[in-house]
């Protein structure tokens, strides 16, 4: 992989960031008010990477309209912001590990499902607001979340990559499993999922943080 390795591509949140718990308080508040059935493993394991109005689709127990599914993701996404603004942290040794990434050639995007505000509000208060090539998101009707490989193959294209050029970091099943699905290697961020789930969805190599990598991952990243 190190001779055609071009680029490192993040999910953000649970990978930049280790902040799924407070999603997690978010969406149990508006299932807890819409009288949904749902736990936190739900919204923290198997929901996780996919869009708002794919995961409302599981809580109402139907497609909501437009206008419904734009209410709820406000009310769910002001709630998570109000709560994980004043923490926002990146996960240890990420700064760091983007230097040497930098230092090294390899240029940097991510690749996720948050909205935009979500994307801004964690990226600014990082300092990485300009340091990502590409933030390839899930606007327009036609992109689907996670496991789905809309997403990462958006950022691939945006990179003008083929995506077996692209290293996929990612802390989620649904994310790593979108990730393989559009052709990249990936490594899984231990930070919500555990080894054996990522390992089964196809990560091949781990960390649970970015301070010490696991040698194999030092070789074909930096030789």
Do not use: Q
């Not at 555990?194 to 943080?209: N, P, Q, T």
């Amino acid at each position: 992989m190190k001779a055609r390795l071009r680029a490192a591509i993040f999910d953000l949140d649970g990978t930049l960031v280790d902040n799924m718990r407070y999603h997690g308080d978010a969406w149990l508040a508006l299932a807890r008010r819409l009288g949904a059935s749902a736990t936190r493993h739900d919204f923290e394991h198997r929901w996780a990477g996919k869009k708002a109005d794919e995961i409302f689709g599981y809580l109402l127990g139907r497609t909501p309209s437009p206008e419904e599914t734009a209410r709820l993701e406000d009310e769910k996404e002001r709630a998570y912001r109000a709560a994980y603004r004043p923490l926002v942290a990146p996960v240890p040794g990420l700064l760091p590990f983007l230097d040497r990434l930098e230092a090294a050639g390899v240029r940097l995007a991510v690749a996720t499902a948050a909205p935009r505000e979500n994307r801004e509000m964690v990226l600014a208060a990082l300092g990485l607001a300009e340091r990502f090539e590409v933030v390839a998101g899930p606007e327009g009707g036609h992109v689907r979340g996670k496991p789905a490989p809309d997403i990462y193959l958006a950022a691939a294209r945006a990179l003008d990559l083929p995506p077996a050029a692209c290293l996929a970091f990612e802390d989620a099943v649904n994310g790593v499993l979108s990730a393989r699905a559009a052709g990249m290697a990936v490594v899984g961020v231990l930070t919500s999922a555990g080894e054996a789930e990522l390992a089964a969805a196809g990560a091949g190599w781990f960390l649970r943080d970015y301070a010490a990598l696991p040698p194999a991952l030092e070789r074909i990243l930096f030789g």
